[in-house]
């Protein structure tokens, strides 16, 4: 693409992605200084589009935001009124007390959200304030400057020939130039991997570590509703093979939003995290809310899990690193929203001074500083071991060890420091041999369904004629390897069914179905062999989820 000649259009910040750090980043520049010139570029059809969520929200970020938020009408109709946590077995369940932990964990002021509709609300006060968005705008290369920053993206990238060959139809996008680039593409963004990879900013962070978050909407029967109430679990149908857990989340209009998350770092490389979740819903407690009701939406995408020990340095030369694409879910709560829009306040301020001193295309060191001394920083910090017990040590260890970790935490001091994550998601599978296939029950079609079925209420599209954007370093290592050696775990661990093996021995055969993507990431973060990269498609491809 290097000999393609663009048009180019000079802004004083350029954002990627409309999820919450996005916007907010570009709602608080505007905010700063109405006279900024501010783009945001989102790879989805419409702003709230790609984006899912459980979602519980802290409205702590908005509160810093938009303080009037509710005058200006942000669609957080549904405060949390009950909180339950369960351990699970499987026909029943052990409610866990919520009085022995520590405040932090508390629902008490939070909303049940559709975080795809909170940003649509978001985008509309962003543009309100004069802030440029284009959705299907896909950003697929950054653009470099003479001494190695970055200057700008490319996007819009349109019509390449299925061989990524420039073709009579081809159109080749613009050059949009920035005096810094903010990428808040979400986990694992393709831009995002890139930065961190060239200017070695996890170089001194521990590996970043992933769930991968399984999610559907359902209609349900009025006199099974219960507005407000918040139901988390751990335990069953993981068991030993994965760390994870499940949420109910009954949210307005006699609707729920269900789903399971379940951790990277599995082992045993016959788990099939789709299929958990359909078994999940079996659970004679959750059975019985499903029955009668139907589901309207389906959707997967990988969750950032490593917190304070696996944030890269979030600044670069021309630029910073914003939200998911950093990693600031603080796991216990399953809450990153709030820290995502905290990190594009402190990512636009920091912007906005050094515009203002003359400065353009250095590293927003104050923006580093301040997401890891700032509200980020602390909210993470007290509960740095908690993933670290629950990969090590189980759901007991979780509970155990990490709630009296995060007691101490809250009182400004831990017994255990700050533990390390060790392995990558990637390099902790284990080899198929050492371990049982599992049996999954067969989905009834009623509470539970197979996998393209239920992708197809994700709603996603993708133009059959250009370029897969999943692509394999070597294309006989799913064959000739991932297959012997981990059973070809691709065919599980995607939730959409992109990845298949055909045929039997020797006539094998390695096939990518990239029309079904969802845009997980979780195949570029759990392959074993690191052999695919997840990368943008064409702008408006992929999901269209109507309020995940």
């Not at 961190?196 to 999610?215: R, V």
């Not at 099939?272 to 819903?281: G, I, L, V």
């Amino acid at each position: 693409m290097a000999e393609i000649e663009r048009e180019s259009m000079e802004y004083d910040v350029v954002i990627v992605g409309a999820g919450p750090a996005g916007l907010s980043a570009a709602i608080r520049l505007k905010q700063k200084d109405a006279d900024l010139n501010v783009v945001v570029l989102e790879k989805g059809s419409e702003v709230g589009a790609h984006i899912l969520s459980g979602a519980v929200l802290d409205p702590a970020g908005l509160d810093e935001l938009i303080p009037d938020w509710k005058a200006k009408g942000a669609p957080l109709n549904t405060p949390v009124k009950s909180d339950k946590f369960y351990l699970l077995g499987e026909a029943g369940q052990l409610p866990i007390p919520t009085f022995p932990m520590p405040p932090l964990m508390n629902n008490h002021g939070n909303y049940i959200v559709s975080m795809g509709n909170v940003c649509r609300w978001m985008a509309e006060q962003a543009e309100e304030l004069g802030v440029e968005i284009f959705p299907g705008m896909s950003c697929s290369e950054l653009v470099y400057g003479d001494n190695g920053e970055v200057k700008g993206v490319v996007a819009g990238v349109f019509g390449l020939e299925a061989d990524g060959s420039i073709g009579e139809n081809t159109e080749p996008g613009m050059e949009l130039l920035g005096k810094y680039v903010f990428l808040s593409e979400g986990v694992r963004g393709s831009l995002s991997k890139e930065v961190i990879a060239k200017y070695e900013l996890d170089k001194d962070a521990e590996p970043q570590k992933f769930g991968i978050g399984i999610k559907e909407i359902w209609e349900i029967d009025p006199a099974k509703h219960d507005e407000g109430a918040v139901f988390h679990s751990l335990g069953w149908p993981l068991g030993k093979n994965a760390a994870g857990g499940s949420f109910v989340y009954h949210a307005e209009n006699n609707q729920i939003f269900i789903g399971l998350v379940t951790a990277l770092n599995y082992k045993n490389p016959h788990v099939y995290p789709y299929m958990e979740f359909q078994r999940f819903k079996h659970h004679p407690k959750i059975a019985k809310l499903l029955e009668g009701g139907k589901r309207v939406a389906y959707g997967a995408r990988a969750i950032a899990q490593g917190g304070w020990q696996s944030m890269p340095k979030a600044c670069f030369p021309g630029g910073a690193i914003l939200g998911c694409s950093v990693g600031l879910v603080n796991v216990p709560r399953i809450k990153g929203n709030h820290n995502a829009m905290f990190s594009g306040i402190a990512a636009a301020d920091a912007a906005y001074a050094a515009i203002k001193d003359g400065r353009a295309s250095d590293e927003l060191t104050e923006y580093n500083t301040e997401l890891r001394e700032g509200p980020v920083g602390k909210d993470l910090f007290k509960v740095r071991n908690v993933k670290p017990f629950q990969s090590n040590n189980g759901v007991l260890g979780a509970l155990g060890l990490g709630g009296f970790d995060m007691w101490t935490n809250t009182l400004g001091f831990s017994l255990f420091g700050t533990k390390k994550h060790g392995k990558s998601d990637a390099e902790a599978t284990g080899e198929a041999a050492d371990y049982a296939p599992i049996d999954y029950p067969k989905p009834d079609g009623k509470i539970s369904f197979d996998r393209l079925t239920n992708v197809a209420f994700s709603f996603t599209n993708h133009e059959e004629s250009q370029p897969a954007h999943l692509k394999l370093a070597d294309p006989s290592i799913p064959v000739d390897v991932n297959l012997p050696k981990f059973a070809g775990p691709s065919a599980r661990y995607c939730p959409a069914g992109v990845y298949e093996f055909v045929g039997e021995g020797d006539d094998t055969t390695f096939q990518i179905n990239f029309q079904n993507c969802v845009h997980c990431k979780t195949c570029d973060i759990k392959d074993p062999s690191q052999n695919i990269t997840w990368t943008v498609p064409q702008g408006g491809d992929g999901p269209n989820y109507p309020n995940m």
